[in-house]
Nanobody, 121 residues
């Protein structure tokens, strides 16, 4: 069983910064892709950023140039550095990982519990 634990959300003023972290723990697994999604009230969950095991990244257009996703493979941890935050970035942010169970070869999607980010003055 694999668990994703997020941290780093909170309240920040417009123009401020936050850094989210998500650590995967468990046994018998290998992480393929890790990413961050967000869901604002009344809206669908959307991709924010994703990073592959090889380091390739993709970003939603609305965050490109302001957010940076990175990954520490040795620690099974993914980070999201969020700069120049705007009120429209307010949402619950969810960590996602596509994980391979080494012993079976099965690929599954895992989600964190979500962390609230609120951008307001």
């Amino acid at each position: 069983q694999v668990q994703l634990v997020e941290s780093g959300g909170g309240l920040v003023q417009p123009g401020g910064s936050l850094r989210l972290s998500c650590a995967a723990s468990g046994s018998d697994f290998r992480i393929a892709t890790m990413g961050w999604y967000r869901q604002a009230p009344g809206k669908q969950r959307e991709l924010v950023a994703r990073i592959t095991s090889g380091g390739t990244t993709i970003y939603a257009g609305s965050v490109k140039g302001r957010f940076t996703i990175s990954r520490d493979t040795a620690k099974n941890t993914v980070y999201l550095q969020m700069n120049s935050l705007k009120p429209e970035d307010t949402a619950v942010y969810y960590c996602n990982a596509q994980i391979v169970v080494v012993s079976t070869g099965r690929l599954d999607d895992y989600w964190g519990q979500g962390t609230q980010v609120t951008v307001s003055s």
